[in-house]
């Protein structure tokens, strides 16, 4: 059980368009959604929380015109990064929590996004 | 307060060995505190968590310490194995911020066949 999945697993775009990487929790509801972001050899950086039909909790220093977070169901979030750029490119992780143990967190496989 | 400090940054260890990770935290507030396992590319994996009302747990060949007067936890890897090579990060959380993790800084596991 605790199965959370991401789309796509790898994106590349062109700098200045935007892309949409969604994270679904597959055998539970999700009511929090966190999304992460790591670079290459570092520890994972939470970019925001979203909770389902809620405005997104972006941490400081996270644009959030920039990386649009949708949370419209229990089941599925959405990140948006818009008019990206080279140094948008990173390692996006998304987990998500339920009701019964909000704890624990499971983490998708993660979205690699390369903008060029 | 908010940090998570974690050691070493990597770690070599022979097959059968016993890996040690160390964490330590400030804020006394955290109240949950798991451990992930990460390969290459892919997403963590939650191995194992403990709260602060026990002073060790055990699952398989993971065990955590946790000493809450020093305000430190580790996690010790029993009989090592080559697939036990990985990134392993530990975490804390507090309940009244919604689970929101803070993560150390992860170390690098090699096992050695």
């Known amino acids: 059980g605790a199965v959370v999945s991401q789309h796509p697993s790898r994106v590349i775009c062109k700098s200045g368009t935007s892309v949409k990487i969604e994270c679904r929790s597959l055998?539970?509801?999700?009511?929090?959604m966190f999304w992460y972001r790591q670079f290459p050899k570092k520890s994972l950086m939470l970019m925001a929380t979203?909770?389902?039909?809620?405005?997104?909790?972006?941490e400081q220093g996270v644009e959030k015109d920039k990386f649009l977070i949708n949370h419209a169901s229990l089941t599925l979030s959405t990140l948006t990064v818009t008019s990206a750029h080279p140094e948008d490119s990173s390692f996006y992780i998304c987990?998500?929590?339920?009701?019964?143990?909000?704890?624990?967190?499971?983490f998708g496989p993660g979205t690699r996004l390369t903008v060029t | 307060q908010q940090q998570v400090k974690q050691s070493p940054q990597s770690l070599i260890v022979q097959k059968g060995g016993i890996p040690i990770i160390n964490c330590a935290y400030e804020?006394?507030?955290?109240?949950?505190f798991p451990w992930y396992q990460q390969f290459p590319g892919k997403g963590p994996a939650l191995l194992i968590a403990?709260?602060?009302?026990?002073s060790e747990k055990k699952e398989g060949r993971f065990t955590i310490s946790f000493n809450k007067s020093a305000k430190q936890f580790s996690l010790h890897i029993m009989d090592s194995q080559p697939g036990d090579s990985a990134t392993y990060f530990c975490?804390?959380?507090?309940?009244?911020?919604?689970?929101?993790?803070?993560f150390g800084q992860g170390t690098e596991l090699s096992v050695k066949p």
């Open positions: 987990s998500a929590s339920g009701d019964r143990e909000p704890y624990e967190q499971y």
């Open positions: 055998d539970f509801q999700a009511t929090t």
């Open positions: 979203s909770n389902e039909g809620s405005k997104a909790t972006y």
């Open positions: 804020n006394t507030a955290f109240d949950y």
């Open positions: 403990i709260r602060p009302d026990v």
């Open positions: 975490a804390a959380s507090m309940y009244n911020q919604g689970g929101k993790l803070i």
